[in-house]
């Protein structure tokens, strides 16, 4: 079966550090999207792509964070300078459609620690 | 506020038991409705959709109640391999940005 890698499994970092958690969704997928997940809390949105460009965000993703499909397989995640609070689990997905009935696929998750 | 809420557990069951988890959420515009299970330290996997009249897969039956904003989860015959963090997700808007419960923690015990 098909599926997203993500790519490290883990990160560390040191604070006001710029990393960047790499992503190949499914190959037949449209949609692409980054949730977040903080050690025991919820898992959260943080940004959906569609067409080489961001079709939501949530307020979690502000200008420290960017996106960007830089070639026809790779989906990235940015966050420029990093913070304390950046640590938690990546989780990249994907999906065939953007309708909310097109299930998502999620990859294993990078976990960024920042020191 | 859009938020989905639900018991953390954890739930504690014999193998072969029957277990069931509910889930509350509080924007009435929702549109559609996911149980997620995710393993310790792994990414979340759709387990089930949640339809308006309910639907069954083998042992798993989910049920939506949209008056009363509450969706719940039955597993039948619990396995060892059923323990796991259950996660309830509601989708508000068209798109794909899903809302995350906070999980119910199953544990089946031989």
């Known amino acids: 079966e098909p599926e997203v890698t993500q790519t490290p499994s883990h990160q560390v970092t040191q604070m006001g550090q710029e990393v960047i958690l790499r992503c190949v969704p499914i190959?037949?997928?449209?949609?692409f999207y980054w949730y977040r997940q903080i050690l025991g809390q919820k898992v959260e949105f943080l940004v959906s792509?569609?067409?080489?460009?961001?079709?939501?965000k949530s307020e979690i993703f502000d200008d420290q964070f960017s996106v960007e499909r830089p070639d026809g397989s790779n989906f990235t995640l940015k966050i420029r300078s990093t913070k304390l609070e950046d640590s938690a689990m990546y989780f990249c997905a994907s999906s065939q459609q953007g309708g909310h009935n097109s299930p998502l696929h999620f990859g294993n998750g990078t976990r960024l620690t920042v020191t | 506020r859009k938020e989905v809420e639900q018991d953390p557990g954890p739930f504690n069951v014999p193998e072969g038991a029957t277990v069931a988890f509910n889930c509350t959420y509080s924007?009435?515009?929702?549109?559609?409705f996911f149980w997620y299970r995710q393993d310790c330290r792994k990414e979340p996997k759709l387990l089930m959709s949640?339809?308006?009249s309910g639907n069954e897969d083998g042992r798993f039956t989910a049920q939506l109640n949209r008056a009363s904003q509450y969706i719940s989860l039955l597993i039948r015959d619990s396995k060892l391999s059923d323990s796991a963090t259950y996660l309830c997700?509601?989708?508000?808007?068209?798109?794909?940005?899903?809302?995350f419960g906070g999980g119910t923690r199953l544990m089946v015990k031989p």
């Open positions: 190959s037949n997928h449209l949609y």
């Open positions: 997700v509601v989708n508000y808007n068209a798109g794909n940005m899903l809302t």
């Open positions: 924007n009435s515009a929702s549109q559609s």
């Open positions: 949640v339809y308006s």
């Open positions: 792509f569609y067409n080489n460009e961001i079709s939501e």
